[in-house]
């Protein structure tokens, strides 16, 4: 029998508002992208993360972990004078 974790065999997507942004920002990603995104949040997910920032090039992105939703997103320019909070990890991709 195997074990997977749950939230693993869910695929990566983004609210709304992340949308959202994404299409004010004019912000896409590239297949690579994905992957590094991909690989940020299975890593943060085995050590346990829950709601994380993840760091991307230039891009910042909330993302709960255990539902593998990006939930906001920030290019460079939006990140100043932001703060987050509530988060119990980060990654950079």
Known sequence: ???????????????AHARQRMEQRQLSFSKNEMERLEEAILALSLKGGKLALVLLD???????????????????????QNVFTNIDSAAVA
């Open 58 to 80: 230039q891009i910042a992105m909330l993302v709960s972990i255990n539902n593998r939703r990006v939930i906001t997103i920030a290019a460079r320019e939006q990140l100043k």
């Open 1 to 15: 029998m195997r074990l997977m974790k749950p939230h693993t065999q869910l695929e990566l997507s983004f609210s």
